[in-house]
Structures are given as structure tokens and as C-alpha cells.
Nanobody
Framework: QVQLVESGGGSVQAGGSLRLSCAAS????????MGWFRQAPGKERELVAY????????YYADSVKGRFTISQDNAKNTLYLEMNSLKPEDTAMYYC?????????????????WGQGTQVTVSS
């Protein structure tokens, strides 16, 4: 049974930083696509970043490019999202997602497994 458990959310002021973690269990971590999505109240879930677990390069939404970094620790089966220069518009529930495919996608429906989410609140 695949489980994704996020942690690291919280409340920060604009300009601050947070690091989200996603611990994966029961999941074939190598050669797969994993990503982070977010959903603000009244809005659709949107991709923040994804990466293929076999390489270090990630894909980022334009809204977070240059401020967020997606990375992984293979030994710990953990995916990270380093968020810097946070803005109030980054406020959302952040979800970790994992795919059974090695082909990464920006579409939420392409991902097979989801975590429960961790709340990020950025105040101005």
C-alpha cells in the first residue's frame, strides 16, 4: 500500500521560507515521476513542481520559478520542496503526488497517489 506523508507546512510572513517534506512508503521510488501540487480555497488544484526521480532537474510553474526548488533524498524515499521568498498568493494546501509512470505530467489526474496535504499560510 502506497503512502505519502507530507510535513513542514506552517504560517510565515511574506519573504519567509519553508521546507516541505513528503515521505513515501510502499512506492517504487526510482524511475518515477513525483510532484507537488497546491490548492487554494475556491481554486483548482495546480501543479507547483515535478521531477523525474532519476534525475535532479525539476519542472516548475512560472509562478514559483526561481523561488521554489524540488529535490529528493533517495536513501530516505523523501521528496522535498524548498520554498523561499514566499508571497501571500502562495497560501494553499500543498499536496505531494506520485505517479506509476516515468513520464511526468502537469495534470493532477495523471498521478496515482496523493498525500493528505500540508497547509502553507503566508501573511503580508
Amino acid at each position: 500500500q502506497v503512502q505519502l506523508v507530507e510535513s513542514g507546512g506552517g504560517s510565515v510572513q511574506a519573504g519567509g521560507s519553508l521546507r516541505l517534506s513528503c515521505a513515501a512508503s510502499g512506492y517504487t521510488y526510482s524511475s518515477r515521476c513525483m510532484g507537488w501540487f497546491r490548492q487554494a480555497p475556491g481554486k483548482e488544484r495546480e501543479l507547483v513542481a515535478y521531477k523525474y526521480t532519476g534525475i535532479s532537474v525539476g519542472y516548475y510553474a512560472d509562478s514559483v520559478k526561481g523561488r521554489f526548488t524540488i529535490s529528493q533524498d533517495n536513501a530516505k524515499n523523501t521528496l522535498y520542496l524548498e520554498m523561499n521568498s514566499l508571497k501571500p498568493e502562495d497560501t494553499a494546501m500543498y499536496y505531494c503526488a506520485a505517479s506509476e509512470s516515468s513520464r511526468c505530467s502537469r495534470q493532477a489526474f495523471e498521478y496515482n497517489y496523493w498525500g493528505q496535504g500540508t497547509q502553507v499560510t503566508v501573511s503580508s
